[in-house]
């Protein structure tokens, strides 16, 4: 089957840094992305990786290793307004999304 | 429209009753996906239009719901019979095709669907 992992809940200080896993288990592999959904709203875009590496995008940097079925965000400078679930997503062979059930971030001043 | 746009933004029923919920993807989308998110919870995927033809269905929990396309615009979800279980955030996403590298999907505000 089909399997997306990442921790259920983090908690981290404000101004720190902190790095949310996700290992994926798919019929085949066309991407990862990364989603932020601030509580009762809906997920908006961060990132899409397709090769291995890291991307940066300011304060948020997502890394893929597509032989070990890893992915990482990192979120620098953490600010409260950061404190939301991160969803990781991966596109399998049939260019579905595959969803991980989310990783709640909890930052603390 | 600027965004993907739900209606309505909550609805209340009573169990047995049937419930049509309602998408607007962003014009020119030809991707569209419905998801359930009950709460603290990761999205449940339920369907997946590519124009108006849906290739895969394997979400849907039950035969007491069926979507359907027209226009390769507008999508609505219906749900006959609801259940207390039902109850959740339907969320619609569109995009401009199959997943991929500038292909992200573009959420909805989503239906609060709750069933008493």
């Known amino acids: 089957g089909q399997n997306i992992d990442q921790p259920t809940e983090m908690t981290a200080t404000e101004g720190a840094i902190v790095q949310i896993n996700c290992t994926y288990q798919t019929s085949g592999f066309n991407g990862l992305f990364w989603y932020q959904q601030h509580a009762g709203e809906a997920p908006t875009f961060l990132s899409y990786?397709?090769l291995d590496g890291l991307e940066e995008k300011g304060r948020f940097s997502s890394f893929l290793s597509r032989s070990k079925g890893y992915s990482y965000l990192l979120l620098k400078e953490l600010q409260m307004k950061d404190s939301a679930s991160y969803l990781c997503?991966?596109?399998?062979?049939?260019?579905?999304?595959?969803w991980g059930a989310g990783t709640k971030l909890i930052i603390k001043p | 429209g600027a965004g993907v746009s739900q209606s309505p933004s909550n609805k209340v029923t009573e169990k047995g009753k049937d419930v049509e919920l309602r998408c607007d993807p962003i014009?020119?989308?030809?991707?569209l996906y419905w998801y359930r998110q009950s709460l603290g919870q990761g999205l449940e995927f339920l369907i997946y239009?590519?124009?108006?033809?849906?290739?895969?269905k394997s979400g849907l929990p039950s035969d007491r719901f069926s979507a359907e396309r027209t226009g390769g615009s507008v999508s609505t979800l219906t749900i006959q019979r609801t259940q207390q279980e039902d109850s959740a955030v339907y969320l619609c996403?569109?995009?401009?095709?199959?997943?991929?590298?500038?292909?992200?999907?573009?959420f909805g505000p989503g239906t609060r669907l709750t069933v008493l």
């Open positions: 990786n397709v």
């Open positions: 014009s020119g989308h030809t991707a």
């Open positions: 996403a569109s995009s401009h095709g199959l997943a991929g590298p500038y292909n992200e999907q573009f």
């Open positions: 997503a991966v596109v399998d062979s049939n260019y579905q999304l595959i």
């Open positions: 239009f590519q124009g108006n033809s849906a290739p895969d």
